[in-house]
């Protein structure tokens, strides 16, 4: 059964710093590229980064772009994503997913994990 669990999700204040980790288990997770969503109260989901197979490449939504990296560690199954100058409109449930090709669209993505809450205050 493949697993994938979320952590790290807290309140914080505008201009803070968090880092999402996402532990895989149940499949080769260096097969599959990964990527983070999220989704805002009252908004739809929402593409924010992704990396491929190796961590080589990644890409990020232009909202986070310059804010926020992604990486993983094949040798823990887990894949990070850091997040820093945090802004209210990050405010949002975040999401981790596998998928075995290396693309934005959500539906592309295989599995997901349950998400984590993000909170930015003012």
């Known amino acids: 059964q493949v697993r994938l669990v979320e952590s790290g999700g807290a309140s914080v204040q505008a201009g803070g710093s968090l880092r999402l980790s996402c532990v895989a288990s149940?499949?080769?997770?260096?097969?599959?590229?990964m990527g983070w969503f999220r989704q805002g109260p009252g908004k739809e989901r929402e593409f924010v980064a992704r990396i491929t197979r190796s961590g080589i490449t990644t890409n990020y939504a232009n909202s986070v772009n310059g804010r926020f990296t992604v990486s993983r560690d094949n040798t823990k199954n887990t894949v990070y994503l850091q997040m820093s100058s945090l802004k209210p409109e990050d405010t949002a449930v975040y999401y981790c997913a596998a998928s075995p090709i290396y693309q934005v669209a959500s539906s592309e993505y295989r599995y997901w994990g349950q998400g984590t809450q993000v909170t930015v205050s003012p």
């Open positions: 149940g499949l080769t997770f260096g097969s599959y590229a």
